[in-house]
Structures are given as C-alpha cells and as structure tokens.
C-alpha cells in the first residue's frame, strides 16, 4: 500500500475553545495535573473539553517506552507527586463529572510500575466524588498479576487496556508491549468480573484478515467494549500512515464486532479509547 501524509476531506478536527473548553483547561492547570488529551495530541480535544470532558494521565507526562505511534514524550521520569490522587479527586469534584477516565504514562522505572498510586488514586476519586463512574486504562505492568489485581481491587467500573495494532505489526509499533500478554491482562480484568474494554488503530499496514482476527482475538479475551480509530501520525519522527479508511469501512468493521458479540463497540475515524467513553459505562 501506498503510504500517505495528507488527511482526507472527511477527518475534520474540532479545534475551538469554548467556555467549558477553558474551563477543563483552567482546572487541569490549576491543580497542575496532565492529559492524555494534551500530550497524546488528541484530534478530539475540542470536541471533548467543550463537553466537559478530559482523559486525566497520572505518574508524570514522560513514559519510560517509545511506542512508535505514541505523541506522549519519553525519557527518565521524575519520581511520582504523592497528592495528586487527591488534586485529581478534587478536579473531578470541581468539574462536577459523572464519569472519570484516568490513564497514566509506562513508569517500568517504579518497582510496583506505578500500581499503588494507580489504586490510591481511583479510592480518591470515589471517596470525594461517590457517585462518579471511573475507567482506568491501564499499562500492561509487565503483565504482572499481582499489580494489575490491585486496580482491580480498587474497583473502577471500566478497566480497559489496549492491543493497539494487530499481532504482526506489534514489535514495530509497540515498545516492549507484547500482543498475547495484553490478552492476558484484558483476560484478567475479565474473570475478576470487572469490565474489560480495549481498542485499536487502523492504517498502520494491517490486512482485512488481520482486522478480523484481532477483533476476535480481543473478544475472546473478555472483552465487552471495543474501539477503533484510525491511526494520525503524531511527527515525522512517528509511524507514517500507510492509509486512512472511510468512515463506511469503520461502520463495516463496527458492525461485525456487535455481531462477534461485543455490548459496545465505536469505530469510526475519530474513536479513541476515551472518546464517548461516558457512553460505555
């Protein structure tokens, strides 16, 4: 396939600031925490920070891998901020949200990779905002059982955990990351009874056979949400895209995910993990 750097007419990205787009902005700076929304480079952002919405990123905003698609900057973290569990609680206070999502950047530098402040930061949430719904979407933990129970414990509604790409482009689009461990943990998540949800990029050289067996792939695992969104080369130091598909290709491939038996499924150019996400709950 050819490779190609200019968008199509159809990816058009919401960019405005509206009145609760600064104030999501002013919240999130004032209480000095980091977005996902903001270091990912997210086409979303205005569309979402208009809403109200934002995907907070706990553990610093520099990730320890350097996942060829990834915008987020990458290098030696600083050590993690012992009250932002509770400045993140009460910017969701703040907010006034009814659904939390929370991410975080790879800290393999960590011994436990981050998981205590993963869990002291959803008990946060809950115990200033009780009536707020919370997804975690997690790291991998190097696949690591006993740090991934304590999230899970931490009992967020949602815990999602994404394959990213199919199983062959994995080594050349993920650091370390490995494609039958994350089926691991999303197969973890789902026996503990918590929702398993997960998610990937199309146009990044996949195959149509490949689109399908990792659709299955990820409902096997447990998996009830599902997401997929097409892959933006973030910098020319990025993976290009080798194409971008039609907003009836992503309603084609949303279709057979709702009858692989998936409860939910986004798919369209736009979707990201967190896009819509009070949706899934």
């Known amino acids: 396939m050819e490779k190609t750097s200019r968008l199509p ?155 990213e790409t199919v199983r062959r482009l994995t080594p050349q689009i993920r650091t370390k990351a490995d494609y039958d461990r994350s089926l691991g943990v999303l197969n973890l998540i789902s026996q503990a009874g918590i929702t398993a949800k997960s998610g990937f990029m199309l146009g990044l050289g996949e195959t149509g056979e490949e689109i399908l067996q990792t659709i299955n792939d990820i409902f096997n695992s447990g998996c009830t949400i599902l997401t997929i969104g097409q892959y933006l080369q973030p910098s020319f130091a990025h993976m290009e895209a080798v194409k971008y598909y039609t907003p009836d290709e992503f309603d084609e491939y949303r279709n057979i995910a709702l009858n692989t038996g998936f409860r939910f499924v986004e798919s369209s150019p736009h979707a990201r993990s967190s896009y819509h996400a009070v949706r899934h709950v």
Not at 114 to 125: F, L, N, P
């Open 9 to 163: 007419s159809w990816f058009k990205m919401q960019r405005a600031a509206g009145e609760n787009y600064i104030a999501v902005k002013k919240t999130v700076e004032s209480y000095g925490l980091n977005t996902i929304c903001v270091s990912g480079r997210c086409p979303n952002i205005g569309e979402c920070w208009n809403a109200g919405s934002a995907t907070f990123m706990i553990l610093g905003d520099i990730c320890t891998r350097a996942c060829r698609f990834c915008a987020t900057k990458t290098g030696r973290p600083s050590a993690p901020d012992a009250d932002e569990p509770l400045h993140l609680a009460e910017a969701v206070d703040e907010l006034n949200l009814k659904h939390c999502v929370i991410t975080s950047v790879d800290r393999d530098d960590l011994y436990d990779r981050g998981a205590g402040h993963w869990a002291e930061t959803v008990k946060q949430v809950k115990k200033i905002n009780g009536n707020v719904t919370i997804e975690c979407l997690i790291p991998d933990f190097d696949g690591k059982t006993s740090l991934i129970r304590k999230i899970i414990e931490a009992k967020p509604e949602i815990i999602s955990h994404n394959i």
